[in-house]
């Protein structure tokens, strides 16, 4: 079973930044379109980005379109999420997913998921 293994988390000021990793084997990274989840507190999860493999085509979120870039490090199997002047509403658990299985990427038909690592936005 694929274990996406996720990091950097943290609670910030607003306007401040954070860097999110998702770390994959070769087997999975290689294949996979690769995406961020958010879900904030008593709220439904939604997507934040995804991007895909060859060209690493990407779409945002509108909530988060011009703060954050999501990228793939080929050479590391990772992917990240650089998230730039957060805001308080940025505030949730944040989790990857690799592998689309159906439907649009932020209907989240991913089959391998992270454990998710906590994003707090204080202002």
């Known amino acids: 079973q694929e274990q996406l293994v996720e990091s950097g988390g943290g609670s910030v000021q607003a306007g401040e930044s954070l860097r999110l990793s998702c770390a994959a084997s070769?087997?999975?990274?290689?294949?996979?379109?690769m995406a961020w989840f958010r879900q904030p507190p008593g709220k439904e999860r939604e997507g934040v980005a995804v991007?895909?493999?060859?060209?690493?085509?990407?779409h945002y979120a509108d909530s988060v379109k011009g703060r954050f870039t999501i990228s793939r490090d080929n050479a590391k199997n990772t992917m990240y999420l650089q998230m730039n002047s957060l805001r308080p509403e940025d505030t949730a658990m944040y989790s990857c997913?690799?592998?689309?299985?159906?439907?649009?990427?932020?209907?989240?038909?991913?089959?391998?998921w992270g454990q998710g690592t906590q994003v707090t936005v204080s202002s």
């Open positions: 997913a690799a592998y689309l299985t159906g439907g649009t990427w932020s209907g989240g038909q991913f089959k391998y």
């Open positions: 070769l087997y999975t990274y290689s294949r996979s379109t």
């Open positions: 991007i895909g493999i060859g060209t690493g085509t990407t």
